[in-house]
């Protein structure tokens, strides 16, 4: 039951915040042309995040020390 509620609250997040970024993105292009500054700063940001993510997913010493390190 608890695992139920649980990913049900993260899907009601996760689409929630997705109808925010889009909603973000469609007044940046709204705003055009001064909106185009703020839809590549939102793309770097995003961008780097990803990078940020793929780098704490395949890091192999961060899984070394999850796996052998009691703290």
Known sequence: MKKTVKNFSFAILF??????VMMMVIGFVA???EGIIG???F???????FVALHDQWTNEEDDY???NVDL
Do not use: V
Not at 43 to 49: D, H
């Open 65 to 67: 020390y999850k796996k």
């Open 31 to 33: 705003a055009f042309p």
């Open 39 to 41: 839809l590549i700063l």
């Open 15 to 20: 689409f929630a915040a997705l109808g925010w």
């Open 43 to 49: 793309m770097a940001i995003g961008g780097l995040f």
